[in-house]
């Protein structure tokens, strides 16, 4: 029997696991059910195959019991027939699963026709002796059968019609029961609900039964797609449903309610906005959902016709005169039962004012061209005077309803028109197809020279069909952009700027035609992409040929021009020697300067010219900025000056000013987090060592952010906030003092502080005679801490302002990756401290490598960093286990298995729990294995899982003794 497995949403998707090992060119089918329908909900079936390839996508609608079944899958291909384990992922709304099945490399072979004949002979007689025993009778099945598939099919289903009951159900394969059996029981409650006449549901039950039919005789293929069939008759019984709303959250209906009793110039009388306001007093706002829901539609659609009513057109003036006599009579309206009662006249009303405007571009067309109308406005010209005539002495609304078909058409006309000529001059502006252009001018032609409006409406459908073969012509999406991402890389690598325009425009426009692929854009958008993919589809192999054909004088073009570049800021280094060799490591920074260069070059030959382009122009702008360091303060830095060291210079300032304005404003409510704020500015110190900066600004944020909460004064007589006023750019006091006597006021007095513990400005104001207070003044702007201080009596209170600093330093690649470098380095060194103890600290190679490291880190050596934390997880693993005489533990990681073994030492000769732990470089614990010794203390567990690269220790814990083991992932 079949099992059922659970989706990631508990009893909201359940999928019939039928997955086993399949053949090579077998059939699939999926089945499930579907706890919580969502109507116009659409379930997504994706099939991705052992490479992670989408092998296949379905689309589908379940039945309204739930129960889906998606159509034949057949598992055969060079992308859904290669043997390996395949993963299958349905999404409804919310609600995803996934599950999977393997394809073996066997080739599925299919029965021959005199196979099932036979199979189908022998599913009949077995069928006649099942019912001759339900019932007790004889077999109704005769000996003599016929020879052809189709007459025992037609025997079969004329067996189940007149002795079906569910009895004969557990016949079935019960891989296709359950879908059987689903699809018969929506076709019986179709007809006990009186929505299917019986000689409809004995049709559907017709072709389950033949799909029943083929799959018990092993044509599964005709089998399920007989039973779609069903499933898609059973759905389209009710083809229209109405469209599911999300249920409002609590909060959604509190704020609609806010904005409601907010809302001026409505229909909702005094009356009506006080029972608004009593719903949302009470909280009662979910028992009045569906009324909120359709007061907020009648309220659209009432300020929709005010605007209408303000419109000088003959066309509204039967809408603007209706509604100016019923707007009096809704806000007369005493309750929102009352308002929404009227909601069928005004969705009435609202309809006609929609209806009409449709008619606005038509009547802008002809009076736009009056002086001197084109030949397509003297075609419309003599309908639409009769129809707006007809529109303007209407006599009711459901007069200009019932012109619908008219308005539209009327529309439909300019419409194409205009879809026409746009489609001309974006063909022609991109450069299209002469051909396509041709086509389309004429069908213009037509439409202009157009004897009757039915001539232009049939040419709607040529353009379209235009369209769709433009369309059909193209690559698919995914095919060009993929085409182009290929050239895009090679033309950054070839520095082609001008073919590079080219790329980022097209995939901007395949971006674009991806969005509105899950929109609903409007049919003018859909030309003008489609014009403009078949551009992006024409010019792809065009500018595939200009790279391929990328010839030695181009290159040397633009290698010359880099090279000459990087000659000219040799020469400049050259110069600068002269006056500036004896400043502090001016010689060094030339050295390494001048080994930046050499790598441009070294770029050049491996004709990497987009890479040697950027890291020229990275290299004037450091020269520049490490010049006007050395030129405005020549001795400003014992070290010298580079970028990394200028970029030093300005976090070492900033921490300084932390380290100041915690000596000036210290208090004994600090001390509890004098320690926290120490492993915060050692932390950001050592970032700033390794030229990590990128996480140095975050982490003098956070430092700043911690300062402002915890460097507070308090004072028991004070208590008092600082909010921000964004609109007026000012600071707020709000707060109270502690008062004996509420018959008057006191003084209060206000001192801003700088970080370095200087004055910014004062404050003197008083307090109410109840002890509030209330002031503003205009807020710094300059980043930083400040202090502001508060006065009352002898008493005295702070709060800290945080005005964040903006960081405006710029990162290249290198600078990242030194990033990354610098992020694993310091969980390495966390890692092996909070791990090794003693080893670690007393160990002289770790002292070592690490030295080399931060050396690395100052000369900005990728390479050489690499290495050494290669070298520094060798020695973790090497040196750092902790082992011991009691007990031994050891870890081996290959081939995504982690093999844990080792050994207790035991005074009793029985099993005892022991536990493993096993931690990550991070220091995160990402595996508790619990395992039993033998009687001699010896264990062993093996563990199927994939690590990410790292360093990883297994920690043992037997009694009071700790023994670990380390192993390296790479």
Partial sequence: MPVYASAQTPDRITVLENFGNYDSGEPL?????????LDDSFLIMQIFNPQGDLCQ?????????????????????????????YEIKLFYGDYSTTTTFSVSSNDFSELTNEQMVSSAKNLLTAQGITIGNLFDISSPVSDQKPDSLSELESDFVALWNEFYVDDLILEINPLIRPAISSSLDSVQKLLSDDEISFEIAKSIDEIIFASTFYYEIGDKTKSIDLLTDAFVDIRNVNPEKASAQRTPTFDELEETLLNLMKKSDTVMSKSVKNEVGFIFARGTAPVYSDEISELIDVLSKSRYLDVVSRKQSDLYRLVQNDWDSLKPSLMAKESIDELIASSIRVTELHQAAVLLRELDNVDRFISSDSEENSDLANLIYPDWKKLSNNLALASSVNDILESESEIRQMAQVIDIASRINKSVEISQSAGVDNEVISE?????????????????????????????????????????????????????????????FLIDNALKILNTAKQMESGNPSITRIDRIEVLLSWVSDVSPKIKNDLDSYNKDAYKIRASDILQRAKSLENLVELSLTKNRFLPNYIEFTETFNKKIDTVRDLVIKNDLDQADELVRDLFNEWSSVSKAYSDDPYGSDVGYTSDEIKRIEFRKKLDAFSTMVSTFHNAGFSTYVDEYNQMMTDANKMVELANFVDAESKISEIGDYLSKHLVLDSDSIIYDISFDPEKDIWIINGATEKSIFDRRENLYVTVYKMDGTPHSSLEFTDTKQGNFFTQWIAPTDPGLYVVMLQYKDSKASQIVHVEEEFDFEYTDVDLNIVDLAREFEELESFAEKFGGDSFTENPRFSAVINQIEFAFKDKDAKNIDDNLDELKTIIERYLPIRSRVAVVEAIYDNDKLIVSGAVQKTLAFREDLFVDVYDQRGILIEEIALKDNSSGLFTEVISRSFEPGIYVTQLQYHDVTVTDFFNVK
């Fill in 29 to 37: 089918f999926v089945y499930g059910q579907i706890a919580n329908i």
């Fill in 57 to 85: 996508i379905q689309q589908l609608m379940p039945l309204p019991n739930g129960a889906f079944i998606t159509n034949v899958i057949p598992l055969e291909g060079r992308i859904c027939g290669i043997p390996g384990e």
């Fill in 440 to 500: 389309w001018k004429s069908l213009l032609e037509r439409v202009e020279n157009a004897d009757t409006i039915d001539d232009v409406l049939e040419i709607v459908s040529e353009f379209d069909k235009s369209m769709t073969e433009l369309r059909e012509k193209r690559s698919p999406l995914t095919i060009l952009e993929f085409q182009y991402k290929t050239m895009k890389e090679k033309a950054e690598l070839q520095a082609d700027y001008e073919n590079l």
